[in-house]
């Protein structure tokens, strides 16, 4: 385990089993229908190119980058659209792929967002849910796993750009972040 790290919150065999599960729910949802996935960078794409590749159905994907945590730990309430979706999205069934859901909102304003282009539907996926620091009410369609309110990293999460390579989501030390 890295030095950084306290515990492992989600082991690496954890998120591969309900990564599958996921896919299942998501197969049974769109079945005979394309779908586009649209990863939010940076942190969902370990968790965006685990999960295409699992679903059996014609998948396409694209990116959206937003800034509202920056380096910080908590969140701004600020979002702000850094890099947009290239192509025209009207009447397509469209995923979002996070990799976490804090406050709730970055996923309320793109979700917002994404509507006004006119899409067949605009549903959610996201790896991680922390559902006590919910701020702004949101539905999500899929989630892998509800959290307790701890600062985790790995799998796709980072601190200050760091640990997002860690194949497991874990807890990160307090002494790493004060
Ligand atoms: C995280 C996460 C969501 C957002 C969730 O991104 O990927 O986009 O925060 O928080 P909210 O529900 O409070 O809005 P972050 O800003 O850490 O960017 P990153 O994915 O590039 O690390």
Known sequence: MHPDISSVLISEEEIRSRVSQLAREIEALY??????????LKGSVP????LIRKISLPVSYDFMAVSSYGEATESSGIVRITYDITGDISGKEILIVEDIIDTGRTLSHL?????????????IATLLDKPDRRVVPISVDFTGFSIP????????????NRYRNLPYVGILKPEVFH
């Open 149 to 160: 309110d701890e600062f985790v990293v790995g799998y796709g999460l980072d601190y200050a």
């Open 47 to 50: 968790f965006l190119a685990d």
């Open 111 to 123: 979700k917002a967002f994404l509507k006004a282009k006119g899409p067949a539907s605009v549903r």
């Open 31 to 40: 079945e005979g229908r394309e779908l586009m996935a649209i990863g939010i």
